[in-house]
């Protein structure tokens, strides 16, 4: 009889999942997909079976009715990392219990990991949550202003593409990564059409800006371009008036706008 016992148990063993906690979605495609749809921050907790802390938290902190009103602004779904391991993967779980907070384009805001109190996780969950919030506003208003740049792109007059190259500045320090491949490659359309018309992005502010610019530049021009990015403003404004001149063959003053 104790064989029996033993036998069932280890065949039902490899179909446990971890604890869900009250109210917790277990399916991240659809949880992910109704984000979104609904253009929420998406949060997910990682756990598994044989985790002390996950059970101590999901009797505890997760059930805690201080953090419904939190989590009812956003999607939440619970994974249990040995029945999805490649979404532990992905996302580079290797311990657990982890929470990560997401856009609603799937980007990481932000990742805490181990057990946390209710006071602790509602502090952490406020704080994400709201800078989650704010970047997804940034990328609604990225993705707005990068069709206008299209708008101007497609003239393919140099007012236009100036008009284009001042707005992709803004968008070249995006923390989204798709937002500033989208502006890099727009920053490459323009350089085709004509360097000279990027130069002004090398007196930006934003080292990121003037990273991107240098670099479009450079992959136009090739290795005799020699604007250093990280180099001090004098001395980036005075190369830049000489590769203005070099470029256009006219008044070395470089246009600001």
């Known amino acids: 009889m104790k064989y029996v016992i033993l036998v069932l148990f280890i065949a039902a063993a490899p179909f446990a999942h971890a604890d869900t906690p009250p ?34 938290m999901t009797r505890t902190t997760l059930s805690d009715p201080t953090l419904r009103p939190a989590l009812a602004g956003i999607a939440h779904v619970s994974v249990d990392m040995d029945q999805n391991p490649d979404l532990a993967e992905k996302y580079g779980v290797n311990v657990v219990p982890t929470f990560i907070m997401l856009t609603p384009d799937g980007d990481e805001v932000e990742r805490v990991s181990g057990y946390q109190s209710a006071p602790d996780f509602l502090q ?10 704010q970047l997804t506003l940034q990328m609604e208003v990225a993705r707005k202003a990068l069709v206008e740049i299209d708008q101007s792109l497609a003239s393919k007059s140099t007012a236009s ?29 323009i350089a085709t059409a004509g360097p000279a018309i990027l130069l002004d992005g090398l007196d930006d502010s934003r ?15 090739g290795d005799n371009f020699d604007i250093d990015p990280w180099s001090d403003a004098a001395t980036r404004e005075a190369k830049v008036r000489a590769w203005y001149d070099k470029l256009t063959k006219t008044t070395p003053a470089v246009p600001k706008f």
């Open 124 to 133: 952490w969950l406020a704080s994400t949550t709201a800078t989650a919030r």
């Open 161 to 189: 593409m100036r008009q284009a190259a001042v707005m992709l500045y803004n968008l070249c320090d995006a923390r989204d990564n798709s937002i500033t491949k989208q502006a890099n490659d727009r920053l490459k359309t």
């Open 23 to 56: 109210g917790w979605s277990t399916d991240y495609g659809a949880t992910l997909t109704a984000a979104q749809s609904a253009h929420e921050p998406i949060m997910l907790y990682f756990s598994a079976t044989w985790c002390g802390p996950c059970k101590l």
């Open 207 to 221: 080292l990121a800006t003037r990273i991107a610019v240098a670099n479009t530049i450079q992959s136009t021009l």
